[in-house]
Protein backbone atom coordinates (compact mmCIF):
# COMPACT_ATOMS: atom_id res chain seq x y z
CA UNK A 1 0.00 0.00 0.00
CA UNK A 2 2.85 2.57 0.92
CA UNK A 3 4.55 1.81 -2.32
CA UNK A 4 1.66 2.70 -4.56
CA UNK A 5 0.74 5.74 -2.55
CA UNK A 6 4.20 6.76 -3.11
CA UNK A 7 3.82 5.89 -6.99
CA UNK A 8 0.91 7.97 -7.31
CA UNK A 9 3.07 11.17 -5.31
CA UNK A 10 5.55 10.85 -7.99
CA UNK A 11 3.26 10.66 -10.48
CA UNK A 12 1.35 14.15 -9.19
CA UNK A 13 4.82 15.73 -8.32
CA UNK A 14 6.25 15.15 -11.91
CA UNK A 15 3.66 17.52 -13.87
CA UNK A 16 5.20 20.12 -11.74
CA UNK A 17 7.05 22.64 -13.98
CA UNK A 18 9.59 25.38 -13.27
CA UNK A 19 10.39 27.58 -16.39
CA UNK A 20 13.72 29.47 -16.30
CA UNK A 21 14.52 31.02 -19.28
CA UNK A 22 17.83 32.96 -20.02
CA UNK A 23 20.24 34.30 -22.26
CA UNK A 24 23.01 32.43 -23.50
CA UNK A 25 24.40 31.24 -26.88
CA UNK A 26 23.85 28.18 -29.37
CA UNK A 27 25.62 26.95 -32.56
CA UNK A 28 23.72 27.70 -35.73
CA UNK A 29 24.51 28.24 -39.34
CA UNK A 30 28.32 27.38 -38.49
CA UNK A 31 28.43 29.87 -35.73
CA UNK A 32 27.81 30.63 -32.36
CA UNK A 33 24.50 32.55 -32.14
CA UNK A 34 23.19 35.04 -29.40
CA UNK A 35 19.64 32.79 -28.15
CA UNK A 36 17.34 32.67 -25.00
CA UNK A 37 17.21 29.54 -22.89
CA UNK A 38 14.66 28.12 -20.91
CA UNK A 39 14.52 24.87 -19.07
CA UNK A 40 11.76 23.15 -18.25
CA UNK A 41 11.32 20.25 -15.62
CA UNK A 42 9.45 18.39 -18.22
CA UNK A 43 10.32 15.78 -21.28
CA UNK A 44 12.40 17.26 -24.42
CA UNK A 45 9.54 15.98 -26.37
CA UNK A 46 6.78 18.26 -23.92
CA UNK A 47 8.75 20.82 -24.21
CA UNK A 48 8.66 20.56 -28.67
CA UNK A 49 4.94 19.53 -28.55
CA UNK A 50 3.86 22.64 -26.36
CA UNK A 51 6.41 24.94 -29.13
CA UNK A 52 5.07 23.00 -32.07
CA UNK A 53 1.17 24.03 -31.31
CA UNK A 54 1.74 26.82 -29.98
CA UNK A 55 2.94 28.07 -33.85
CA UNK A 56 0.48 25.50 -35.37
CA UNK A 57 -2.17 26.95 -33.87
CA UNK A 58 -1.10 30.69 -35.18
CA UNK A 59 -1.32 29.35 -38.60
CA UNK A 60 2.34 28.37 -38.90
CA UNK A 61 4.30 24.58 -39.66
CA UNK A 62 7.51 24.05 -38.65
CA UNK A 63 10.28 23.47 -41.40
CA UNK A 64 13.07 20.82 -40.42
CA UNK A 65 16.78 20.67 -40.13
CA UNK A 66 17.97 17.60 -41.18
CA UNK A 67 20.02 15.19 -42.73
CA UNK A 68 22.90 13.00 -41.37
CA UNK A 69 26.16 15.81 -42.14
CA UNK A 70 23.85 18.73 -40.81
CA UNK A 71 24.80 20.54 -37.85
CA UNK A 72 22.05 22.38 -37.69
CA UNK A 73 19.82 18.95 -37.36
CA UNK A 74 17.27 19.21 -35.33
CA UNK A 75 15.93 22.91 -35.66
CA UNK A 76 12.65 23.84 -36.26
CA UNK A 77 11.86 26.91 -38.30
CA UNK A 78 8.78 28.35 -38.34
CA UNK A 79 9.29 30.95 -41.12
CA UNK A 80 8.41 34.36 -41.61
CA UNK A 81 6.00 34.25 -38.43
CA UNK A 82 3.68 36.41 -36.65
CA UNK A 83 3.68 36.36 -32.55
CA UNK A 84 1.92 39.80 -31.56
CA UNK A 85 3.11 38.67 -28.19
CA UNK A 86 6.92 39.25 -28.91
CA UNK A 87 6.88 41.75 -32.14
CA UNK A 88 4.36 44.00 -34.39
CA UNK A 89 6.22 42.16 -37.57
CA UNK A 90 7.03 38.62 -38.71
CA UNK A 91 10.05 37.00 -37.65
CA UNK A 92 11.78 33.74 -38.61
CA UNK A 93 11.61 31.86 -35.05
CA UNK A 94 13.88 28.81 -34.87
CA UNK A 95 13.64 26.33 -32.22
CA UNK A 96 15.45 23.32 -30.41
CA UNK A 97 14.73 21.16 -27.67
CA UNK A 98 17.25 19.09 -25.64
CA UNK A 99 17.50 16.65 -22.66
CA UNK A 100 19.37 18.16 -20.07
CA UNK A 101 20.50 14.79 -18.71
CA UNK A 102 20.23 11.37 -19.49
CA UNK A 103 19.40 10.38 -15.38
CA UNK A 104 15.77 11.75 -15.88
CA UNK A 105 13.01 12.78 -18.48
CA UNK A 106 11.70 15.50 -16.28
CA UNK A 107 14.73 18.30 -17.63
CA UNK A 108 15.25 19.93 -20.42
CA UNK A 109 16.19 23.34 -22.18
CA UNK A 110 14.99 24.78 -25.24
CA UNK A 111 16.95 27.26 -27.59
CA UNK A 112 14.95 30.02 -29.01
CA UNK A 113 16.22 32.20 -31.54
CA UNK A 114 14.64 34.90 -33.37
CA UNK A 115 15.98 35.65 -37.44
CA UNK A 116 15.28 37.87 -40.11
CA UNK A 117 16.63 37.54 -43.40
CA UNK A 118 19.01 35.29 -41.82
CA UNK A 119 20.46 37.88 -39.18
CA UNK A 120 20.36 37.32 -35.52
CA UNK A 121 17.66 40.27 -34.00
CA UNK A 122 18.58 38.85 -30.17
CA UNK A 123 22.18 41.06 -30.63
CA UNK A 124 20.37 44.11 -30.90
CA UNK A 125 17.37 43.93 -28.78
CA UNK A 126 16.74 45.90 -25.89
CA UNK A 127 16.17 45.56 -22.70
CA UNK A 128 12.34 45.70 -22.60
CA UNK A 129 12.50 43.30 -26.18
CA UNK A 130 14.81 40.57 -24.31
CA UNK A 131 12.62 40.40 -20.90
CA UNK A 132 9.27 40.28 -23.11
CA UNK A 133 10.89 37.41 -24.65
CA UNK A 134 11.55 35.74 -21.43
CA UNK A 135 7.74 36.59 -20.06
CA UNK A 136 6.96 34.63 -23.48
CA UNK A 137 9.05 31.63 -22.76
CA UNK A 138 7.83 31.51 -19.20
CA UNK A 139 4.23 32.24 -20.48
CA UNK A 140 4.28 28.52 -22.65
CA UNK A 141 4.93 27.08 -18.76
CA UNK A 142 1.44 25.74 -18.60
CA UNK A 143 1.74 24.42 -22.28
CA UNK A 144 4.70 22.15 -21.61
CA UNK A 145 2.70 21.34 -18.31
CA UNK A 146 -0.28 19.40 -20.30
CA UNK A 147 1.91 17.83 -23.00
CA UNK A 148 4.08 16.33 -20.23
CA UNK A 149 0.98 15.11 -18.12
CA UNK A 150 -0.52 13.93 -21.49
CA UNK A 151 2.82 11.93 -22.49
CA UNK A 152 2.68 10.81 -18.64
CA UNK A 153 -0.96 9.51 -19.42
CA UNK A 154 -0.27 7.40 -22.89
CA UNK A 155 2.93 6.06 -21.18
CA UNK A 156 0.80 4.66 -18.10
CA UNK A 157 -1.75 3.66 -20.48
CA UNK A 158 0.80 1.70 -22.58
CA UNK A 159 1.75 0.27 -19.22
CA UNK A 160 -1.59 -0.73 -18.54
CA UNK A 161 -2.22 -2.13 -21.58
CA UNK A 162 1.18 -4.01 -21.97
CA UNK A 163 0.22 -5.63 -18.10
CA UNK A 164 -3.05 -6.71 -19.51
CA UNK A 165 -1.23 -8.41 -22.20
CA UNK A 166 0.68 -10.54 -19.95
CA UNK A 167 -2.19 -11.20 -17.37
CA UNK A 168 -4.40 -12.61 -20.72
CA UNK A 169 -1.37 -14.39 -21.63
CA UNK A 170 -0.50 -16.25 -18.15
CA UNK A 171 -4.32 -16.99 -18.20
CA UNK A 172 -4.61 -18.86 -21.52
CA UNK A 173 -1.57 -20.50 -20.83
CA UNK A 174 -3.15 -21.52 -17.51
CA UNK A 175 -5.92 -23.09 -19.61
CA UNK A 176 -3.78 -24.71 -21.83
CA UNK A 177 -2.25 -26.08 -18.33
CA UNK A 178 -5.29 -27.38 -16.73
CA UNK A 179 -6.20 -29.20 -20.52
CA UNK A 180 -2.71 -30.83 -20.49
CA UNK A 181 -3.48 -31.48 -16.59
CA UNK A 182 -6.84 -32.72 -17.21
CA UNK A 183 -5.18 -35.12 -20.36
CA UNK A 184 -2.64 -36.38 -18.06
CA UNK A 185 -4.95 -37.16 -15.12
CA UNK A 186 -7.29 -39.15 -17.63
CA UNK A 187 -4.11 -41.06 -19.15
CA UNK A 188 -3.18 -42.03 -15.73
CA UNK A 189 -6.37 -43.51 -14.54
CA UNK A 190 -6.73 -45.59 -18.46
CA UNK A 191 -3.14 -46.85 -17.73
CA UNK A 192 -3.96 -47.51 -14.09
CA UNK A 193 -6.68 -49.77 -15.49
CA UNK A 194 -4.50 -51.19 -18.21
CA UNK A 195 -2.13 -52.28 -15.11
CA UNK A 196 -4.54 -53.22 -13.25
CA UNK A 197 -5.86 -55.82 -16.35
CA UNK A 198 -2.41 -56.72 -17.30
CA UNK A 199 -1.58 -57.36 -13.76
CA UNK A 200 -4.50 -59.57 -13.53
CA UNK A 201 -3.37 -61.17 -16.80
CA UNK A 202 0.00 -61.88 -14.99
CA UNK A 203 -1.29 -63.14 -11.84
CA UNK A 204 -3.55 -65.62 -13.86
CA UNK A 205 -0.54 -67.24 -16.15
CA UNK A 206 1.71 -67.11 -12.96
CA UNK A 207 -1.34 -69.73 -11.04
CA UNK A 208 -1.44 -71.81 -14.08
CA UNK A 209 3.02 -72.33 -13.40
CA UNK A 210 2.23 -73.47 -9.99
CA UNK A 211 -0.62 -75.61 -10.44
CA UNK A 212 2.06 -77.75 -13.09
Excluded at 85 to 97: S, T
Aim: include cysteine.
Amino acid sequence: MRTSILVVLSLLSSVVVSAQPYEGKVEYDKKRQDAFLCDYAASAEAVELAMVKYFQNLGYKPVEEKGLFNKDKGFKIFKDAYVSELNADKFDYLIKVEARTKKTAESATLNFLIMKSGVNQKTDMKEDAIKKVKRFLSSLEPAVEKEFLELQIQAQEAEVTKSQKKLSALKAEQVELEKKLQTNLTTQQETEKEISAKQFALDALKAKRVQQ
